[in-house]
Nanobody
Framework: QVQLVESGGGLVQTGGSLSISCAAS????????MGWFRQAPGKERELVAA????????LYADSVKGRFTISRDNAKNTVYLQMNSLKPEDTAVYYC????????????????????WGQGTQVTVSS
């Protein structure tokens, strides 16, 4: 079982930057592939970025490529999402997700593939 706790959300102006974190419990964090998802009001939850268990492989939604960076520190049981050049359409609740990775190269796009979820952190980008 993994417990995930997000932090670092808040209010930022258009064009600004924000970094959010997700701390995981447990001693096997390095065996989990991780993902960041977001859900805006009235919309479905969508993938933002995902990372392999080693951190070598990453993937991003087209809408955030070149602006967001996912990373992880397995020694600290933490995954990060650095968000730059923020836009009002990035406003959402951001969720951290985890699952056991089948392979070292595995990164997962689908919400249904993740077993564990955090409670979410609000990110609001003002125009």
């Amino acid at each position: 079982q993994v417990q995930l706790v997000e932090s670092g959300g808040g209010l930022v102006q258009t064009g600004g930057s924000l970094s959010i974190s997700c701390a995981a419990s447990g001693r096997t964090f390095s065996s989990y592939a991780m993902g960041w998802f977001r859900q805006a009001p009235g919309k479905e939850r969508e993938l933002v970025a995902a990372i392999t268990r080693s951190g070598v492989g990453t993937l991003y939604a087209d809408s955030v490529k070149g602006r967001f960076t996912i990373s992880r520190d397995n020694a600290k049981n933490t995954v990060y999402l650095q968000m730059n050049s923020l836009k009002p359409e990035d406003t959402a609740v951001y969720y951290c997700a985890a699952r056991q990775a089948l392979y070292s190269s595995s990164a997962y796009r689908s919400e249904a593939e993740y077993a564990y979820w955090g409670q979410g952190t609000q990110v609001t980008v003002s125009s």
